[in-house]
């Protein structure tokens, strides 16, 4: 990977926070029907995904990542829906490796295809890999992915993942309450000792149609609480600003965990991401409600010059503060979720 960063500019929102990192969600579609992101009564048969014409192709891509890491972007996620099932997509990692100023390039999946990925992602230039598992007993993970696959599948992911060097390995848990808050230790007792960070995170309000509601959320310091009753836990301190994930290792030197806190400790003052939909579409929060069409920018006869007057334009007028503003409403009305009714869906820009 590129070393020339010194040509970036940085480029501040309203509130003084850096664009650095973009998570680029390459096809709005999906191979599971988890309850919390893409619930199948909502995503069925009949649901009108995108047209392959309304996608960014790979030289599109491409592009706008080359314009946005001359705005300073150095760190780059991509997901989906599920990533694995956009076809030829190590071409893609590719070409966004070569790319100058890029320092990091992730990819978060539900890791279902992912043995069959994991090498020719490496060979691309993938640096490394999110699997999400919310369970490790059958009958919860098939609650939670929508019945699409077994555990034993996305465990044989995350072995590959690991024999290919996509090293460390993030493993992502939606923790709800009612629901996995059992798996919890499992997934500890898994993890621990493997060299894998796993990362627990609150049930959030994204999207319109996953039910959410403030009770079914387990507090970051609740699971840290179970946690910690078995195997002590100390704090570390962030790898980099911008980080979200509050980072503790257990104190007989297992390892790490990571709890992402977005609803009881929102992390908006040091949010540096950008997200840029499958159709182009750019939003600058994952509770926006309107993305900015990029797509119609490039397909148009604008110069990079003009684009990348545009991104800064949209990030310098950036204010986004969601997770903060639903605090400040939950404090006053306990099971208030956030401000805005129309959110984009999960599925649509990846978390
Ligand atoms: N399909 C891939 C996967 O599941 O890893 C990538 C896309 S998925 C939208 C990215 C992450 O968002 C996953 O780790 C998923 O668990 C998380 N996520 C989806 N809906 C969520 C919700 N309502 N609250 C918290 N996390 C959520
Ligand atoms: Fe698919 Fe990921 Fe959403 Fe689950 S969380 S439905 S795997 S996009
Ligand atoms: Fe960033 Fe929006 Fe999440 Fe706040 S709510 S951390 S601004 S994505």
């Not at 010194?6 to 096809?27: E, K, M």
Request: charged share 25%; with cysteine.
């Amino acid at each position: 990977m590129s070393s020339e960063s010194s040509i970036a500019l940085t480029t501040l929102d309203v509130l003084q926070r850096p664009l650095q990192d973009l998570r680029i969600s390459v096809t709005d579609r999906c191979n599971f029907r988890c309850p919390y992101c893409m619930p199948s009564e909502v995503f069925g048969e009949r649901y009108a995904f995108l047209p392959k014409p309304e996608i960014l192709r790979f030289e599109e891509i491409e592009r706008l990542t080359r314009i946005f890491a001359q705005l300073g972007v150095r760190k780059l996620r991509i997901t989906g829906g599920e990533p694995l099932l956009r076809a030829e997509l190590p071409c893609l990692i590719e070409r966004l490796a070569g790319i100058p100023g890029v320092e990091d390039l992730a990819l978060t999946t539900n890791g279902v295809l992912l043995a069959q990925h994991a090498e020719a992602l490496r060979a691309a230039g993938l640096v490394r890999v999110t699997v999400s598992l919310d369970a490790l007993d059958e009958a919860t993970f098939q609650r939670l992915s929508g019945r699409r696959a077994e555990v034993a599948r996305v465990l044989d992911g995350i072995e590959a993942a690991r024999s290919a060097g996509l090293a460390p390995i993030k493993i992502n848990a939606v923790v709800i309450k009612g629901v996995n808050e059992h798996a919890v230790l499992e997934l500890v007792d898994q993890f621990r000792g493997t060299g894998h960070i796993l990362r627990l995170i609150e049930f959030m309000d994204v999207g319109t149609r996953n039910a959410w509601d403030r009770e079914r959320v387990v507090s970051a310091d609740e699971m840290l609480a179970r946690i910690d009753a078995v195997y002590p836990l100390e704090p570390v301190a962030p790898a980099r600003a911008g980080d979200v994930a509050r980072r503790y290792r257990y104190r007989d030197g297992a390892g790490e965990i990571g709890i992402i806190a977005s609803v009881s400790e929102p992390f908006c003052g040091g949010c540096t991401r950008a997200r840029l939909s499958a159709d182009g579409q750019l939003f600058t929060c994952l509770f926006g409600t309107q993305g900015y069409d990029l797509k119609a920018l490039l397909r148009g006869t604008a110069s990079d010059d003009v684009v990348r007057q545009r991104l800064r334009e949209i990030w310098r007028r950036r204010s986004d503060r969601y997770s903060e503003e639903r605090g400040e409403l939950t404090m006053a009305q306990p099971s208030a979720s956030g401000p805005a009714h129309s959110r984009v869906e999960m599925n649509r820009i990846g978390g």
